[in-house]
Each structure stands twice: as C-alpha cells, then as structure tokens.
C-alpha cells in the first residue's frame, strides 16, 4: 500500500471524526504530519545496509496496524455492499 492512499483514507477518517479539527488535543494536521513523518522515516537493515520503507511500513508496529485497518476499512465498504446485495459472506483474517 502506498504511503499517499495510507494517508488519504487516514484524512478520511480523521475529518469524519474530529471535532472543530482536532482529535482529543491533536489536530487532524498534525496527526496527518506525525504520520506522515512516521511512514518516511521507518527504516531497517539488511546484509549490513540500510533501507527505507518506500511503500507499507513494519506490520509489528502498533501504529501500522491502525492504520492498516483504517485503510482496508475504506478498501472494503464497496465490497460489502456487494457482498451483501448478493447475498454472500465476506470475512477478514489476521494473524501475526
């Protein structure tokens, strides 16, 4: 998943539940701009070098499945409503 449509469904979100623009003390600028910096900055290392996570982020992390879930929330409404018209069962699975 790339970091924009992770943002994008994260704006979503945020817009649909802040109130007067903020969550709690946050505002939905600066979660979008945490999360923003969150999604750049992740790195690891392999073979000795050190990459950064172009697309997705470590599915370890707290924050990632949040926002993992926010996203597939958004991905999957379309397709329940289908599901649903058709009179068939749709299921997520994660196991980590």
Do not use: C
């Amino acid at each position: 998943i790339s970091h924009d449509d992770i943002l994008k469904a994260l704006n979503q979100f945020t817009v649909k539940k802040a109130t007067e623009g903020r969550i709690k003390k946050l505002t939905t600028d600066a979660i979008q701009a945490l999360t923003t910096l969150f999604l750049q900055k992740n790195i690891f290392t392999y073979n000795g070098k050190i990459y950064r996570y172009a697309k997705g982020s470590p599915l370890n992390l707290s924050l990632t499945e949040l926002l993992f879930n926010i996203y597939l929330y958004y991905w999957q409404v379309p397709l329940v409503r289908e599901m649903h018209i058709a009179n068939k069962f749709y299921g997520r699975y994660h196991n980590i």
